[in-house]
C-alpha cells in the first residue's frame, strides 16, 4: 500500500496466524511504523465477518468455474485465482454498477496495476505456440486448457493436461 499507492498503513487485522506475531515483523513494520496491529479471538470468524463472506464469495465462484467446466480438483488453485479476478471485473450494485477494480483505482491513481486481458473462457481449448526448433512436419503448436490469468506476467496461464504443466504466454490461439 505505501509502495505502490502512496497511501500509508494505519491498522493492519488478521487472524490468529502465528505468522504475524513473530518479533521480526512485529518490531520492524508495526512498532517502527506506527501500525496498530489487530487480530481477532481464537475461534471467532464473525469478528472478520467482511472477509469471511468474501472468502465464501470467492469460494462459491471457483467451485461454479471447476463443476461447469469439469476441472479437475487439483486445479482448484487457479480456479481460486480466476474467481477472484472476474469478481473484481464484474458491476456490483453496492458500487452503482462499478467494478471493484475501478473504483480502486479511481482512489489509487498512481497504482500499477497490469494491463487487463480480454476475458477468456475458463478451461476452453486453447493451442500454445512451440518456439523451439522442432522438425519440419512437427506440430507447431501445444493442445492446452485456459485456467487463468498471471499476476505478475502480461499473459495467460495455460495448463497441458499431457505434461501436467503451467505456462504463462500471450503467444496462442484460443479454440
Same mark, same amino acid.
Given at each position: 500500500?505505501?509502495?505502490?499507492?502512496?497511501?500509508?498503513?494505519?491498522?493492519?487485522?488478521?487472524?490468529n496466524?502465528?505468522?504475524?506475531f513473530?518479533?521480526?515483523?512485529?518490531?520492524?513494520?508495526?512498532?517502527?511504523?506506527?501500525?496498530?496491529?489487530?487480530s481477532?479471538?481464537?475461534?471467532?470468524?464473525?469478528?472478520?465477518?467482511?472477509?469471511?463472506?468474501?472468502?465464501?464469495?470467492?469460494l462459491?465462484?471457483?467451485?461454479?468455474?471447476?463443476?461447469?467446466?469439469?476441472?479437475?480438483?487439483? =486445479?482448484?488453485?487457479?480456479?481460486? =485465482?480466476?474467481?477472484?479476478?472476474?469478481?473484481?471485473?464484474?458491476?456490483?450494485?453496492?458500487?452503482? =454498477?462499478?467494478?471493484?477494480?475501478?473504483?480502486?483505482?479511481?482512489?489509487?491513481?498512481?497504482?500499477?496495476?497490469?494491463?487487463?486481458?480480454?476475458?477468456?473462457?475458463?478451461?476452453?481449448?486453447?493451442?500454445?505456440?512451440?518456439h523451439?526448433?522442432?522438425?519440419?512436419?512437427?506440430?507447431?503448436?501445444?493442445?492446452?486448457v485456459?485456467?487463468?490469468?498471471?499476476?505478475?506476467?502480461?499473459?495467460?496461464?495455460?495448463?497441458?493436461?499431457?505434461?501436467?504443466?503451467?505456462l504463462?504466454?500471450?503467444?496462442?490461439?484460443?479454440?
Open positions: 500500500m505505501q509502495t505502490q499507492f502512496n497511501s500509508p498503513i494505519q491498522v493492519f487485522r488478521t487472524d496466524g502465528t505468522g504475524y513473530n518479533t521480526v515483523l512485529g518490531n520492524f513494520f508495526f512498532m517502527e511504523n506506527g501500525i496498530v496491529h489487530q481477532t479471538c481464537v475461534n471467532s470468524p464473525q469478528q472478520n465477518g467482511i472477509a469471511e463472506r468474501k472468502n465464501r464469495h470467492i462459491e465462484v471457483a467451485r461454479a468455474l471447476l463443476f461447469a467446466t469439469k476441472v479437475p480438483k487439483y =486445479l482448484w488453485g487457479e480456479a481460486v =485465482l480466476t474467481a477472484a479476478h472476474l469478481i473484481t471485473r464484474m458491476p456490483s450494485r453496492v458500487l452503482n =454498477l462499478k467494478t471493484p477494480l475501478e473504483t480502486f483505482l479511481k482512489f489509487f491513481l498512481i497504482g500499477s496495476i497490469s494491463a487487463d486481458l480480454p476475458l477468456k473462457i475458463f478451461r476452453c481449448t486453447t493451442f500454445v505456440h512451440e523451439k526448433q522442432i522438425g519440419k512436419l512437427e506440430p507447431r503448436a501445444i493442445k492446452c485456459f485456467v487463468g490469468y498471471s499476476p505478475s506476467q502480461k499473459g495467460y496461464k495455460y495448463f497441458d493436461p499431457n505434461s501436467k504443466w503451467l504463462v504466454t500471450m503467444d496462442d490461439t484460443f479454440f
